[in-house]
């Protein structure tokens, strides 16, 4: 498959998903970004069109743990992700998986935060 035809299968892919998500006040879009280092997380309103938090792994206090963008470390930034977003007063969120198959560091994640006490 050519490359140009793998980007085209690969925002349509991005479209197909979040045509059926929509964040918002009450259930902000969770939306993440595994880069070859690091990982990405971010609360989103879309009715607002602003960012309610995020959390990266290049974070003051999670870049000492020198984490990577696996399933470990996303297990680890879910956990800290989770209680950040309580204590920021969200409890409930959709998940925005973009183009990822949810499995590996995505499941791990989405596994963390889940047990850290956040609804999706």
């Known amino acids: 498959m050519r490359l140009d035809d793998k980007q085209v299968v690969t ?20 939306s993440l970004h ?3 280092k690091h990982i990405y997380a971010q609360c989103i309103d879309d009715a607002a ?12 206090v999670l ?11 996303a297990r680890f930034l879910g956990e800290v992700f989770g209680k950040k977003a309580i204590a ?6 959709v998940l925005d998986r973009g183009t990822r198959s949810y499995h590996g560091a995505l499941c791990a994640f989405a596994d963390a935060v889940r047990e850290a006490g956040v609804d999706f």
């Open 34 to 36: 595994f880069s070859h």
């Open 11 to 30: 925002q349509r892919r991005h479209w197909r998903v979040r045509r059926k998500i929509q964040g918002s006040v009450d259930r902000p879009r969770l």
């Open 63 to 73: 870049k000492e743990q020198s984490l990577k963008a696996n399933v470990q470390g």
């Open 49 to 60: 069109g602003h960012t309610m938090m995020a959390l990266s792994t290049l974070d003051k």
């Open 88 to 93: 920021n007063g969200v409890s409930k969120v």
